[in-house]
């Protein structure tokens, strides 16, 4: 498709500029947000919106899908929600055979909405599909459709009837993303926007094949060893009773990130370059992708929830 890396790069620093002025169209503010969100699909990840009520997490994902031309199905997680729901399940059909009737998971973009108001069965039907890219139903295994991402949101403020995701499932997840309410120009050019008659025409900008070219580009990208040794030092920072952990982490944190978090920081920080028209990425790449990537894998101790020690606070304190 380009005849050099270097080519591709400045082809993808345009595109996710074309993207973001497209979703801009439609979504007011949340930049950071955006930008999170694309450099997880480029880099083959899945994301976790936290927000409260209202600030268009399900529309952002919507308007993603359509200006990357890429199939999308929501799934409205209740506590009633069986994992046959969300996979598929077999039915007897006419000729009296079984047939596999695929569930809302075989799309190109999962919306999970608020994934932790179903029960642990019901989300571990995500677990093999976020992983492993395909399910297994009746024995037999069924791929999922390339490229594949869950992003998943939660309510931060409402936890009666909830199910809080474990650990190893917020490891799946590359990022946890934090949206947070508009400023007041913002909410004045939202209600504008959001109550006249005017009809938002959207164009494809990205197709799932320059995705997947993107994702491969991606891992090409050459990292110099001393970004590579900071990005695997700020996570080790954060392992309480470790040798290289930060006084912090021993004072306040039960358990630090794991390798999986080294990985999509490197990765994140490969991605974050080349959107900025880097070719290389540097330590700030590495800063910029620090608190979505280690947020939900530090988990706090008994006495920093006593003394409201945020896990944003510790990890602004490790950078």
């Known amino acids: 498709m380009y005849a050099t890396d270097i080519e591709a790069a400045d082809a993808l620093k345009e595109k996710t500029k074309e993207i973001r002025q497209s979703i801009g169209?439609?979504?007011?503010?949340?930049?950071?947000?955006v930008e999170k969100l694309l450099?997880?699909?480029?880099?083959?990840?899945?994301s976790l919106l936290v927000g409260v009520p209202g600030l268009a997490k399900t529309l952002l994902v919507k308007t993603i899908s359509e200006v990357l031309d890429l199939s999308f199905k929501r799934i409205q997680f209740t506590p009633d929600l069986m994992p046959s729901d969300i996979v598929g399940a077999e039915i007897l059909n006419e000729q009296r055979a079984f047939q596999f009737i695929k569930g809302p998971i075989f799309a190109n973009i999962i919306l999970a909405d608020e994934i932790n108001r179903t029960p642990p069965k019901t989300q571990s039907a995500l677990l093999e599909a976020m992983q492993e890219r395909n399910v297994t139903a009746g024995g037999m295994l069924y791929k999922l459709p390339s490229p594949f991402f869950v992003l998943a949101t939660q309510n931060?403020?409402?936890?009666e009837g909830t199910y809080p995701l474990p650990e190893a499932q917020l490891d799946r997840f590359m990022f946890q993303?934090?949206?947070?309410?508009?400023s007041f120009a913002e909410e004045v050019t939202i209600v504008k926007n959001t109550t006249g008659a005017q009809n938002v025409q959207l164009s494809n900008v990205m197709s799932a094949d320059d995705i997947l070219a993107f994702q491969?580009?991606?891992?090409?990208?050459?990292?110099?060893?001393?970004v590579l040794e900071y990005a695997v030092g700020l996570v080790q920072k954060t392992r309480p009773g470790s040798v290289g952990a930060a006084d912090a982490a021993n004072q306040y944190l039960s358990y630090g990130a794991g390798p999986r978090a080294s990985q999509y920081l490197i990765l994140g920080a490969k991605c974050h370059a080349l959107i900025n028209g880097k070719y290389s990425p540097d330590i700030e790449d590495v800063k910029a992708m620090a608190m979505p990537v280690l947020r939900h894998r530090i988990l706090r101790s008994y006495k920093a929830e006593a003394e409201g020690v945020t896990q944003e606070a510790l990890i602004k304190g490790l950078l």
């Open 177 to 182: 993303v934090t949206l947070d309410y508009p």
């Open 156 to 159: 931060p403020i409402e936890q």
């Open 39 to 46: 450099v997880a699909i480029l880099c083959n990840g899945h």
């Open 216 to 226: 491969e580009l991606v891992r090409r990208v050459p990292v110099p060893d001393n």
């Open 25 to 33: 169209k439609v979504i007011v503010g949340q930049d950071d947000v």
